[in-house]
């Protein structure tokens, strides 16, 4: 199967940097996917669970907080604020961050704080849903 050059990086660190056959990652519209040989375009990414496969059939896993996603010829350059592998999610840790998300939510907060506390459950719940599976 043809591949790609991946590189996924996370601000303390590059995550993954070698060849690819297929990205699947959370997109503003939905879930989008990148092969071999794909048009350039640059995009944003949601937080969420990214998938991809790489020479020898293994697939990876992670969750991603939002960044950006750049295709350009046969190189892929992913820059996203966090990046882990589902089985290092301290689920306890998660866990509180999102009591602490909602209970900021039920506060009286200015427009910017909303969003913080909201852009912080988002990352909570999709640590949780990533360490279960």
């Known amino acids: 199967m043809n ?11 590059v995550f993954y940097d070698g060849p690819c056959e297929i990205l699947t990652f959370p997109g503003v519209d939905g ?23 790489i020479p020898g059939g ?8 939002d960044g950006i996603l750049r295709v350009d010829r046969n190189e892929v350059n992913f820059l996203v604020y966090s990046a882990e592998k589902p089985e290092n999610i301290d689920t306890f840790r998660a866990q509180a ?3 602490r998300a ?14 913080v506390s909201t852009a912080s459950m988002a990352r909570a719940m999709a640590r949780l849903r990533g360490a279960k599976k």
């Open 3 to 13: 591949t790609f050059s991946l590189k996924i990086i996370a601000c303390d660190k």
């Open 31 to 53: 879930e989008m996917s990148i092969m071999a040989n794909h048009e350039g375009f640059t995009t944003v990414t949601e937080i969420g669970e990214i998938r991809f496969r």
């Open 97 to 99: 961050a999102l009591e």
């Open 58 to 65: 293994q697939t990876m896993r992670a969750i991603v907080s």
């Open 102 to 115: 909602r209970e900021q939510l039920q506060q009286k907060q200015s427009i910017m704080e909303y969003h």
